[in-house]
């Protein structure tokens, strides 16, 4: 059974820094991608960063500059450090996992909560 387990989620002032974990278990076939998507109440859950199995990543226009992905793939977990944090950034973040064959998974997502 696949597992994502996110963590790193929480509450802090505009300007600081998070980061979120998110580690995958019983994933069978090889991961092509890892990412961070977050849905702000009410809105629509919207791509934050990704990463491919090779390194290349992919930003939100809103994160460039402030946000980094990176990965374990030994570990199967994908990390995002997150600098200067806005409160346009408070939001559930979810952890999403693609594989071979088309296998999509998500986590069940974490909060972060960023205070004027």
């Known amino acids: 059974q696949v597992q994502l387990v996110e963590s790193g989620g929480g509450l802090v002032q505009a300007g600081g820094s998070l980061r979120l974990s998110c580690a995958a278990s019983?994933?069978?076939?090889?991961?092509?991608?890892m990412g961070w998507y977050r849905q702000a109440p009410g809105m629509q859950r919207d791509l934050v960063a990704d990463i491919t199995s090779r390194g290349s990543t992919n930003y939100a226009d809103s994160v460039k500059g402030r946000f980094t992905i990176s990965s374990d793939n030994a570990k199967n977990t994908v990390y995002l450090q997150m600098n200067s944090l806005k409160p346009e950034d408070t939001a559930v973040y979810y952890c999403?996992?693609?594989?071979?064959?088309?296998?999509?998974?998500w986590g069940k997502g974490t909060l972060v909560t960023v205070s004027s």
């Open positions: 999403n996992v693609g594989t071979l064959f088309g296998g999509d998974y």
């Open positions: 019983g994933i069978l076939f090889r991961i092509n991608h």
